[in-house]
């Protein structure tokens, strides 16, 4: 039997916000630079939160359950940075601050009590703060034709807001006020290597990344990991009417790391906790999508 799919078919959602901005940077001299920005964001939810779609599970409903009582997300953004910009040496380091006001999010929720199927729907976090220090260093080509990249970044992210939970007479709000936000991790640390001497060329670039909560209750994570991925090619003359034709072979993954890559499907807690008024919060189990195993590809390109 096919699903009624006779209402719930005109829908509609109007937002407005006013986005003030502002940024100014003071030139000290060629080479360094201070800068200085704030700014208003605005970010609508989802159009597919509007409707149920997805497959149709008899008795459970769509996969996909729409939430039309959501809020647009606000932020407030503001940041303070050096830039240091030399012949042969780059690089800055910022300062940033974010605040968020019903932050989005996309959850995943059981169908029924043994979680044979899962529904996801999209969801107002509440508020949320952020600080952080972003930094990079990198080079214009040395010994020849080696350009080194350095980056890291320290993110502290926290949730404002205790989050309701539990369905029917169940429901209750987690102590979730002051937990880390999910799937931000708190550090990352970037290395990347370029060479290139006008024919030949390749690169190496390792990423570390620490681990990322998928619960707001920060009771279950993924753990952090290092990728590393390579690249070759040789860059040939032109010919006719080529223009600089190209063979590349890329790897990613060199290491064949099996990873979690990131959380498909946050949940408010993945173990039983207690509400602020004293009821029994089930939890559920997060989903997460599987990093990609080892790869090479090869490309050949030209330009006419």
């Known amino acids: 039997m096919l699903p009624d799919t006779s209402t719930g078919r005109n829908t509609s959602k109007t937002y407005q916000e006013p986005l003030p901005t502002v940024a100014i940077r003071y030139q000290i001299n060629p080479e360094n630079q201070i800068f200085v920005s704030g700014a208003t964001n605005f970010r609508m939810p989802t159009n597919y939160s509007l409707y149920d779609a997805g497959a ?50 996309s959850s995943s929720q059981c169908m029924d009590d043994a979680c044979t199927n899962y529904f996801s729907t999209n969801i107002n976090a509440g508020g949320q703060t952020t600080n952080g220090v972003d930094a990079e260093i990198g080079t214009r080509p040395i010994f020849r034709y080696f350009r ?45 290597l370029d060479y290139d001497d006008g024919h030949l060329f390749g690169g190496y670039n390792l990423k570390y990344v620490s681990r990322q909560y998928s619960t707001f209750m920060n009771d279950q994570s993924i753990p952090g990991y290092v990728l590393m991925n390579a690249n070759i090619g040789y860059r040939f003359g032109n010919l006719g009417f080529l223009q600089a034709p190209n063979v590349r072979i890329n790897f990613s993954n060199l290491t064949d790391k099996a990873y979690l890559g990131f959380v498909k499907g946050i949940q408010t807690n993945a173990t039983q906790q207690t509400g602020i008024f004293g009821k029994t919060v089930s939890g559920s189990t997060p989903t997460y999508a599987i990093a990609a195993p080892f790869a090479a590809i090869a490309s050949v390109s030209a330009g006419f």
Not at 71 to 84: A, K, L, T
């Open 56 to 105: 149709y599970y008899k008795g459970s409903g769509y996969a996909t359950h729409a939430n039309l009582n959501q809020n647009p997300e606000i932020s407030i953004s503001e940041e303070v940075g050096y830039r240091y910009t030399g012949k042969t040496i780059m690089g800055s380091i910022t300062y940033f601050h974010y605040d968020f006001t019903n932050r989005l999010m």
């Open 148 to 192: 080194p990249y350095v980056s890291f970044e320290y993110v502290d992210a926290r949730l404002g807001s205790n989050l309701q939970a539990g369905s029917g007479s169940g429901i209750d709000y987690l102590r979730t006020k002051g937990k880390f936000a999910p799937e931000t991790p708190k550090f990352q640390v970037g290395f990347n």
